[in-house]
């Protein structure tokens, strides 16, 4: 039997199971692969060594880094790749990495660097999901890191100044959904109807952007204008994490919960309502017992008759 499997990673909201695009990315491998994880939302981010998330424990292992925790699994014989051909797998080692090069850095932008967003949204958010004082001090903590990578790999010549760097980050980034767009096309997935690695990875970068509501969205317009690409996000989200386009779960366990609801609402009412009568009858002035006239029966009547046994 396999040694049961904990992931930690941050939660989610806005009907997303995380905003943490990297614990989207294992998350969804798990459920292309049929990886039996058991996830755990970070509410102390001291368990999770260096940091880091998501983090994969299995025993006395502790694996982080998506990229280490996939390799994991399919060494564990849940592979989501298992029908790629060698072109398929070099696809998307490259494909990868254009994400990785074009869409990260103005997706940590969008996220920590842009003040509105960051102020209004992200750091809120991150902060209420962990004890104080790391409230405090984790969300500026990682808008700092996300600034260094992205002034690390974008910021030498000719890019000097910060807002060039924003200029052409985001610039890159819709060339980059353009592609992703273009190589999908009208497939329900990157290589037809079997979701892979690939699926995994760009579904964890574009579904934060795609669903978050921030106040400054001008990468989420953009990729609201390729239709192929939204699909893909609403489709994986409903197939295999039971969430509708609005971040519900299916009808069928609505329906169930909504009557659970009505029918506890119900005989809480029916409880109130006895109660009230209860205490009416409590309040209400109080007579003794009437006490009742012996009935007698006439003369030749039966004395066996049941009138009998209502006299007192």
């Known amino acids: 039997m396999a040694a049961p499997m904990e992931l930690r990673c941050w939660g989610g909201d806005w009907g997303l199971p995380s905003l943490h695009p990297e614990s989207l990315t294992v998350m969804a491998y798990a459920k292309f692969s049929g990886a039996p ?23 006395d292992i502790v694996i982080s880094q998506p990229a280490k925790i996939l390799n994991f699994l399919r060494k564990q014989k849940y592979n989501a790749d298992y029908e790629l051909s060698a072109k398929q797998g070099a696809d998307t080692l490259a494909y990868i990495a254009l994400l990785e090069e074009k869409l990260l850095p103005a997706l940590l932008h969008t996220f920590w660097v842009e003040a509105e967003n960051y102020c209004s949204v992200t750091k809120p958010w991150f ?18 890191e996300a600034l260094n990578r992205i002034l690390l790999t974008r910021g030498g010549p000719p890019l000097y100044s ?21 190589r999908l096309g009208t497939s ?3 290589f037809g109807h079997t979701p892979t690695t690939l699926d995994a990875f760009v579904f964890g970068f574009l579904a934060p952007i795609y669903k978050v509501c921030f106040p400054r969205v001008q990468l989420q317009e953009h990729l609201k ?10 489709d994986i989200l409903t197939c295999y994490f039971r969430l509708t386009v609005s971040g519900h779960s299916p009808a069928g366990q609505d329906t169930a919960d909504a009557n659970l609801q009505k029918l506890t609402q119900l005989v809480n009412k029916e409880s109130n309502l006895i109660e009230k009568m209860d205490d009416n009858l409590r309040k209400s002035p109080q007579h003794p017992p009437r006490k ?7 003369a030749g009547g039966e004395g066996g008759s049941p009138l009998n046994r209502l006299s007192p």
């Open 37 to 59: 994880l058991t996830v755990n939302t970070i509410n102390n981010f001291w368990r999770a060594p260096k940091g880091d998330v998501p983090v994969l424990v299995s025993e």
């Open 127 to 144: 902060a209420s999901r962990v004890a104080f004082p790391l409230s405090v001090y984790l969300p500026g903590k990682m808008s700092r």
């Open 162 to 182: 910060l807002t060039e760097v924003e200029a052409q980050i985001y610039r890159d980034a819709k060339e980059c959904l353009n592609l992703l767009s273009k």
């Open 188 to 190: 329900q997935f990157f």
């Open 225 to 234: 204008q390729l239709p192929n690409l939204c699909r893909f996000c609403d």
């Open 292 to 298: 009742l006239t012996t009935l007698k029966l006439a």
